[in-house]
């Protein structure tokens, strides 16, 4: 009896362990925001928060923190308690998610006093800097594809600072320029997040920007936004706060956009929408090709990225070159170096002779009807591991019935990841068909379900950071 008590005892000490590690990945993808987390434990994914899917977090000073100071306390309730082993090995696995907020909620005012620090040290290295044009970029999707294109452009010209990856924050910004900018910089390339009014004119007011571009606004967030009007005017806070020659560009074939683009012209903005056409456009897996219009100007561009959707994110970003002082052909020319996104519509070889389409960088609703676009082009049998949207408030019901819809009219198996949303996706999917098989599995499963379904000349589109852990699991 006693060896049977040890041996449950260790298999639930492991299962604390891995719990924490999970619920410290959890915070790190919710940015350590409460608001987000409150979401997701809304969702049916999140109220099985006692029964996590294992997941590994990142090693960072915070996320290795978060697990340490959760494994101490936990051990602190088993060591301590004058319980049975196994009673006190139960309490502080019901105490483990609490742990967690707890701590995220001690560590919130440490955490703003170093990063208050550290924003007030970048904006003092950045006004001691030499002046260099500063542009900004929002929106609610495509941010970081058109800021990479935008520096890989200007790069050909100017020595060019750009923030990290999709690092869009305030700290993500003062980081970057504590760590990376030197004297020799001539232009710096902001991208800017928000979750709520006010985020995007803090940065806006650090940095300081002459020009400003908007991508395209959709209903991302809107659990946290409320309505896209709110987006939109968080949004614009980059339009308010931008400086000097106050250049404002904006996605001409986004409503949205073009509503935001009248507010500019109100406020006294030099105002650049549609200067820039594409003509002729050729999308394939290996590339995009079209003519760009520029007035009486024609070049053809050739850019080594997937998915026609991309050509809108291109003519943003020679638009802000141009804006930014390179010519039409230069500016034309060096689309040629611009790169894709690993995660963003990369194509790799499969098992067994099939195709395997990375989009795992993140999901919306346009962003998943243009990868299924992608999907479509292939010849044999389409299969889709699909991570349910989030965040996306009153528009999440119709937003993935409407995906749903789309996906059924291109594939023949839909896997998704989790059962956040699934009557509503399962609606679209049954107005299209009867027969696409849709179901709900584990990254092991689905992996399982794919090595043995795959066969030559079939593809699969990983769409969602979930996704990837199929993708891995092949």
Not at 56 to 64: A, L, V
Not at 142 to 156: C, D, F, M, N, V
Not at 395 to 400: G, L, Q, T
Request: aromatic share 8%; glycine share 6%.
């Amino acid at each position: 009896m006693e060896l049977l008590v040890f041996l449950l005892a260790g298999i639930w000490g492991v299962r604390i362990v891995f719990n924490i590690l999970t619920y410290a990945q959890l915070w790190w993808v919710k940015e350590y925001r409460w608001d987000r987390m409150i979401i997701h434990l809304r969702t049916p994914q999140g109220k099985r928060f006692w029964r996590p899917q294992w997941r590994r977090p990142p090693i960072s000073p915070k996320s290795t923190l978060l697990v340490l100071l959760s494994l101490s306390i936990s051990g602190i309730i088993v060591w301590t308690l004058n319980l049975p082993i196994l009673l006190r090995l139960a309490i502080a696995d019901v105490l483990s998610f609490p742990i967690t907020w707890a701590l995220v909620f001690l560590l919130n005012v440490p955490t703003k006093v170093y990063h208050t620090i550290l924003i007030v040290l970048a904006v003092r290295k950045l006004r001691l800097h030499r002046p260099m044009t500063v542009i900004g970029i929002t929106g609610s999707y495509g941010k970081t594809s058109t800021k990479e294109y935008l520096a890989t452009i200007l790069s050909t010209k100017f020595q060019v600072l750009k923030t990290e990856a999709s690092k869009n924050s305030p700290i993500g910004i003062a980081e970057v320029i504590l760590r990376g900018l030197r004297p020799e910089h001539e232009v710096f390339v902001v991208e800017m997040g928000a979750y709520k009014t006010r985020e995007i004119a803090e940065m806006t007011a650090m940095v300081k920007p002459q020009i400003g571009i908007v991508t395209v606004i959709n209903p991302q967030h809107q659990d946290l936004f409320g309505t896209l009007e709110n987006t939109m005017k968080a949004k614009y806070e980059l339009i308010a706060g931008i400086s000097g020659k106050r250049v404002a560009i904006f996605n001409v074939i986004d409503e949205r956009s073009r509503i935001m683009a009248q507010w500019a012209k109100r406020d006294g903005c030099d105002v650049w929408e549609g200067r820039l056409q594409a003509v002729d456009v050729r999308a394939g897996f290996d590339g995009l090709e079209f003519t760009c219009v520029f007035g009486k100007e024609k070049a053809k561009v050739t850019a080594p990225v997937i998915g026609a959707h991309q050509v809108n994110n291109i003519l943003i970003a020679i638009t802000g070159a141009l804006a930014a002082g390179m010519t039409f052909g230069d500016a034309v020319k060096a689309v040629a170096k611009i790169q894709s996104n690993p995660k963003s519509l990369s194509i790799q070889a499969g098992k067994n002779g099939s195709l395997y389409i990375n989009d795992t960088f993140n999901n919306n609703p346009d962003s998943a009807r243009a990868a299924l676009d992608v999907l479509s082009w292939t010849k044999g049998k389409m299969f889709l591991v699909f991570q349910p949207m989030i965040e996306l408030g009153a528009y999440a019901a119709e937003s993935h019935t409407s995906v749903g819809a789309y996906a059924a009219q291109v594939c023949d198996e839909i896997i998704l990841t989790n059962h956040n949303f699934y009557e509503d996706f399962m609606k679209g999917v049954r107005t299209i068909s009867d027969t696409v098989s849709v179901s709900v599995l584990s990254p092991t499963k689905a992996a399982s379900l794919l090595r043995r379904k795959l066969g030559k000349g079939d593809a699969v589109l990983f769409k969602g950071k979930e996704a990837e852990h199929v993708l891995r699991a092949l």
